[in-house]
């Protein structure tokens, strides 16, 4: 079983900076890609970006965050952060971080944290 707490959520103006994080605990050896999604009000959930388990190297981003945001992970503190810069109102939205598993290719997510960006 993995658990994850994500953080760093907050209200900035636009233009502004935010980093998210996200501790994985539990089974966190079983952990292979882990990930950011974000749910904007009245809106469906949609994908942020993905790192899997070797780093930055290996990272994928959505269209819309691309060149304004930055996975990474630590994988000895077990952790996903998201670095997000140059913040738009429209990326206002509950980010929640996810992790996949290599024994039970099961997902777990987060309890997600508020991003609030004002113009």
């Known amino acids: 079983q993995v658990q994850l707490v994500e953080s760093g959520g907050g209200l900035v103006q636009a233009g502004g900076s935010l980093r998210l994080s996200c501790a994985a605990s539990?089974?966190?050896?079983?952990?292979?890609?882990m990930g950011w999604y974000r749910q904007a009000p009245g809106k469906e959930r949609e994908f942020v970006a993905r790192?899997?388990?070797?780093?930055?190297?290996?990272?994928y981003y959505a269209d819309s965050v691309k060149g304004r945001c930055t996975i990474s992970r630590d994988n000895g503190k077990n952790t996903v952060y998201l670095q997000m810069n140059s913040l738009k109102p429209e990326d206002t939205a509950v980010y929640y971080c996810?992790?996949?598993?290599?024994?039970?290719?099961?997902?777990?997510w987060g309890q997600g944290t508020q991003v609030a960006v004002s113009s």
């Open positions: 539990g089974s966190t050896f079983s952990i292979n890609t």
């Open positions: 790192a899997s388990r070797a780093g930055i190297t290996t990272t």
């Open positions: 996810y992790a996949d598993s290599y024994g039970d290719n099961e997902r777990t």
